[in-house]
């Protein structure tokens, strides 16, 4: 009966269990025992095996296959535990790291690509690119400084406001930028919302007390 486990044919392994019972029926405790064992054994070095396969999808990084990918790894995932539902726990934990690690490398392309079409001065395609990684990466500062920048070349150097919010996004996710508070206030001003400028470089202040451009502005 073990045999065909080694085979993959769990059903004729079930079978042949059957039959060895008829057969020999005042051993049928132990033998129901040993199968349980050897069946729970074989569930889950096959589950194991399917969840590792369905890993490996998560290797290619090419942006186009995200969506099938994702697909893919969340199809196996599903019949990994149903197999095995013991390994849930540990399948769930394992695949949701390797899955936002795999994200990350998928947003790491689309913010090559952004940057590569601003070097061109597209920044329309550069935009779609960036938004493209905010929806893996939704907490990287450096995709808002790019989107800010990309506003800004948009409008020849003009402020608007979309470009102060992504200024904004940028310093909320990480306040440790000194240009960027520069930046704020200068746009602040540009806009006329004196306030706001005042507050953005006594904000700034807090992170960069010896900064001497923002010190210049407090005056």
């Known amino acids: 009966a073990l045999v065909f486990l080694n085979n993959d044919k769990e059903k004729e392994f079930e079978d042949k269990m059957k039959e060895v019972i008829q057969t020999c029926p005042e051993k049928k405790d132990e033998f129901e025992a040993r199968a349980k064992t050897e069946l729970d054994a074989y569930r889950e070095r096959k589950a194991t095996a399917m969840f590792s396969q369905g890993l490996k999808v998560l290797l290619d990084e090419n942006p186009e296959n995200y969506h099938k990918n994702k697909e893919v790894y969340e199809q196996t995932l599903r019949e990994s535990v149903s197999?095995?539902?013991?390994?849930?726990?540990?399948?769930?934990?394992?695949g949701s790291?390797?899955?936002h690690s795999y994200q990350k490398r998928i947003a790491k392309k689309h913010f090559e690509k952004a940057i590569q079409w601003a070097g061109e001065n597209n920044w329309e395609k550069s935009?779609?690119?960036l938004h493209k990684c905010l929806e893996f990466e939704s907490g990287d500062f450096q995709i808002y400084n790019e989107l800010a920048n990309n506003s800004w070349e948009m409008n020849q150097g003009a402020v608007s406001d979309e470009y102060v919010r992504y200024l904004e996004k940028s310093l909320e996710l990480n306040p440790?930028?000194?240009k960027c508070w520069s930046d704020?206030?200068?746009a602040y001003n540009e806009l006329q919302k004196t306030d706001q400028a005042n507050d953005a470089c006594a904000?700034?202040?807090k992170y960069f007390p010896d900064s001497q451009e923002l010190n210049n502005f407090s005056r």
């Open 83 to 94: 197999l095995y539902p013991p390994k849930k726990e540990e399948f769930e934990k394992k």
């Open 97 to 99: 790291e390797e899955f």
């Open 127 to 129: 935009n779609a690119e």
């Open 176 to 178: 440790k930028q000194e």
């Open 184 to 186: 704020l206030y200068k």
């Open 203 to 205: 904000r700034g202040l």
